[in-house]
């Protein structure tokens, strides 16, 4: 017997950000275009640096003259006609100016906005000339080359996903499509109201039809080995027991059963059965034990009801 589930999931893109600026300031040039492919590295937005710039200039200007400074002090060192204390001094001050120098490049170089990697950009937010801050939204950018459908599953399946294995992903948008993945991770922790996992798959999207957000469906089955099975309508319940009527020996002998669990028109039998054994299934509520029973092949059947 195969349990089966089909798991709601939702796809979500590979890498998927915002791109704000790192420094306020005004827009010089956008460097994309809406639904542009970019590579990493890429540049898509110069802001206007040239107050950082000007900065720049004035820090390592400073740090020229801090250096000439200490080096004439230390070749003085030599013949103490400086003190020890003020060399280090003069030394601390070289540190401090290349920090400053250091601050002042950093600075710079968050006026360019580089795409952190390659992807597809969405919408751009502004345009030439306006005033961001590090809370604005210049666009998205998304890597879509792969998609992380993330969907859950009852405990029960917990034995059957693993990290690895294969999936089979639909989607209402695509109906006669398939989408071959596998499972990339499975979470450590369960829900404690729902009792399922989160289970996370990957899945190639080099045509880019699939799309973050979309809902897609993956069927699992869970095998559950061989079981004896009875056809629903065989069984008999009296009170809280269940029974079937077996033939044995051209007899209907009444026998209790414990049921297992149900699946469309049949019934697992725990205990009361053997594999093989003949049971009534039409008639149960005529039949009584130690009646005798007639087995009727389905060709006698049809011939008995065309002659009668």
């Known amino acids: ?46 802001l206007e640096n040239r107050e950082i710039v000007a900065g720049l200039a004035v820090a390592e200007a400073s740090l020229s003259e801090s250096r000439s400074i200490y080096e004439r002090s230390k070749s003085l060192a030599s013949s103490q006609a400086i003190s020890a204390s003020n060399l280090e001094q003069l030394l601390a001050q070289v540190k401090v100016d290349e920090a400053q120098v250091a601050a002042a490049r950093a600075r710079l170089a968050n006026t360019r906005i580089l795409a952190p990697f390659a992807g597809r950009v969405g919408l751009r937010r502004v345009s030439p000339g306006s005033f ?25 399946f917990l034995t059957v996903v693993r990290e690895g294995m294969n999936i089979v992903a639909h989607s209402l948008v695509y109906p006669d499509r398939e989408f071959l993945g596998n499972v ?17 798959a990957l899945i190639p999207n080099t045509d880019g039809v699939l799309k973050p957000g979309m809902f897609l469906t993956v069927d699992l089955q869970r095998d559950r080995g061989d079981v004896l099975v009875a056809p629903e309508q065989s069984i008999v319940p009296e009170g809280t027991r269940q029974f079937v009527y077996v033939v044995k020996d051209g007899k209907a002998e009444k026998r209790p059963v414990i049921l297992g669990r149900r699946i469309p028109g049949f019934v697992t039998i725990e205990e009361g059965l053997q594999p093989g054994e003949e049971i009534v299934t039409e ?13 009727i092949t389905p060709a006698r059947a049809n011939a008995q009801s065309t002659t009668g």
Do not use: C, Y
Not at 11 to 28: F, W
Not at 184 to 200: E, G, N
């Open 283 to 295: 008639g149960t509520h005529k039949i009584r034990d130690g009646a005798d029973v007639e087995t």
């Open 1 to 46: 017997m195969v349990d089966e589930i089909e798991a709601l999931g939702t796809a979500r893109a590979n890498e998927s950000i915002e791109i704000q600026p790192r420094v306020a300031s005004l827009i010089d040039h956008v460097e994309f275009a809406e639904g542009q492919v970019v590579r990493k590295g890429d540049l898509l937005v110069a």
């Open 184 to 200: 990339k991770s499975v979470d450590t922790r369960l829900d404690p109201i729902s009792r399922s996992v989160q289970v996370r």
């Open 132 to 156: 961001v801050n590090t809370s604005t939204v210049i666009t998205t950018l998304d890597d879509v080359s792969q998609i992380k459908l993330d969907f859950s599953v009852p405990e029960t």
